[in-house]
Nanobody
């Protein structure tokens, strides 16, 4: 089970850190990704981390602004979001990437471990 938290209202240009608490051990999964979804659109993968080595990957629209990290001792994956824009407004989710959560080779889609997500609203 994956439980997201940390969302809220942020001003444009601001920062926010999201947390993804993983039931069991994060090392049960080879990779964990962050996804986001706006109403009327598909959920999209934006960042992924390979849990043992810490290798990180980003979708173009967030590269250089967002940073994914993990704390295996706390069974938690984080998403540090900087320089936030109104278009970053979305519900954010975490899950292992398809098809089997073994790598970040393709993190566009997640395995069906969805939590409730956490809403980030970027607005002045």
């Amino acid at each position: 089970q994956f439980v997201e938290s940390g969302g809220g209202l942020v001003q444009p240009g601001g920062s926010r850190t999201l947390s993804c608490a993983v039931s069991g051990s994060t090392l049960d999964y080879d990779a964990v990704a962050w996804f986001r979804q706006v109403p009327g659109a598909e959920r999209e993968g934006i960042s992924c981390i390979e849990m043992r080595h810490g290798f990180t990957f980003y979708e173009a629209s967030v590269k250089g602004r967002f940073a994914i990290s993990r704390d295996n001792a706390r069974n938690t994956v984080y998403l540090q979001m900087n320089s936030l824009k109104p278009e970053d407004t979305a519900v954010y989710y975490c899950a292992p990437p398809r098809p089997y959560g073994r790598s970040c080779e393709d993190f566009r889609y997640g395995m069906d471990y969805w939590g409730k997500g956490t809403l980030v609203t970027v607005s002045s």
